[in-house]
């Protein structure tokens, strides 16, 4: 029996690149080799077990072959004559395709370190085809190293466009592959993400109403929200900010946005570019549908990502100074002059028109 650390952990050794977790194939093992070594089996489908004190992750080495359509449809063989090449021909990408032995020697059988010193992101072998999830794994990892000067290799994108005509794409569950955009929106340069997907044509199979409003604005406002720092969701709807408002609300139903996400996205949608505002009554309304009150923070996000998209809408800071203006009416004040009940709300909407009237907006 014979341990291996793989993928990930090898290929961001090698890069200088920060990395926290360390995957294992053990080789030459059976379950209950490990099971009798106190490892934690979690596995169903192959056996992966978690190290007994520091918790890692150890699968056995095994093989897979297509039985079915998508990224499930697979048969998992892993007896103890399956060699490390063996295992790390299943791979996605050469430069995962690699090992470490205890001596600290790498084992490269695939040529992932030439590939990791040209920066091309190239598969392991026409075995890639049988995962359509792989698609979007490669259009993430292109995200992550763009800056390093990674690519995705011509053979590589050819087979990725071929897999987004096959239909294959579809049968990915919803969530599955909001994990992979949530972690891609997370990445250094999410653009390149959204740039991969469309240039392959997998954005077009998955979400046809997406691509045409990815425009190269919109890109580059997302490569500025990443530079900024800007969290996930504000990046999704960066995103999504030259969608129509329903185009966005059908999206964020397809891919089971969490709700965060999809309130942003939604209002970013509908409001961006800026309404007309025409009197206080309708920055009133705009203001309440950011909960402005309540939620403070949401308009300063949907301003954080319009100023992104429209850096010369001087409304936007009026917007802040409005929303800033309101939350200092003080209810109190009102029900020591004696309202209550409905015609304390009449009276709180009544000086609220009448501050934002004062402050010229609309009217």
Not at 17 to 34: C, I, K, N, T
Not at 261 to 280: D, F, G, H, V
Request: hydrophobic share 45%.
């Amino acid at each position: 029996m014979k341990t291996y650390l793989v993928g990930g952990a090898v290929r961001d050794k090698l890069l200088g690149y920060p990395f926290h977790e360390r995957d294992w194939v053990v080789v030459g093992a059976r379950p209950e080799d490990l099971i009798e070594q106190n490892f934690q089996q979690v596995g169903k489908d192959f056996p992966v077990f978690l190290h007994p004190k520091t918790k890692q992750e150890y699968a056995l080495a095994r093989t897979e072959r297509k039985s079915g359509t998508g990224y499930h449809g697979f048969i998992c063989d892993f007896s103890p004559d399956i060699t490390l090449e063996d295992d790390l021909s299943r791979r996605d990408l050469t430069i995962n395709a690699m090992a470490e032995d205890d001596n600290g020697d790498v084992i490269d059988p695939y040529g992932g370190l030439n590939d990791l010193n040209n920066r091309v992101l190239r598969h392991v072998s026409p075995a890639f085809c049988e995962d359509p999830l792989r698609i979007l794994r490669v259009a993430r990892f292109a995200a992550r190293y763009a800056h390093l000067g990674f690519t995705v290799a011509d053979e590589t994108q050819k087979l990725m466009t071929a897999m987004s005509a096959n239909g294959e794409l579809t049968t990915i569950a919803a969530e599955r592959i909001w994990v992979e955009l949530y972690k891609a929106l997370n990445e250094r340069s999410p653009a390149v993400f959204f740039r991969v997907l469309i240039a392959c044509r997998a954005l077009h199979a998955l979400f046809p109403q997406w691509p045409p409003a990815l425009t190269p604005a919109v890109l580059d406002s997302l490569a500025s929200g990443a530079e900024l720092n800007l969290n996930a969701d504000l990046r999704f709807a960066l995103a999504c900010s030259d969608l129509k408002a329903e185009q966005c609300k059908t999206l964020c139903a397809e891919l089971r946005a969490s709700n965060s996400a999809a309130w942003l996205a939604e209002r970013c949608a509908a409001n961006i570019p800026l309404p007309t505002l025409n009197n206080s009554e309708e920055w009133l309304a705009l203001l309440e549908n950011f909960d402005y009150a309540r939620r403070p923070q949401l308009l300063d996000d949907f301003v954080a990502v319009a100023t992104l998209r429209l850096p010369n809408e001087q409304r936007l800071t009026q917007l802040q100074d409005a929303a800033t203006a309101l939350r200092q009416i003080q209810t109190a004040e009102l029900i020591a002059q004696g309202f209550s009940g409905p015609a304390l709300g009449q009276a709180l909407r009544a000086e609220r028109l009448k501050r934002l009237a004062e402050l010229h907006c609309g009217g």
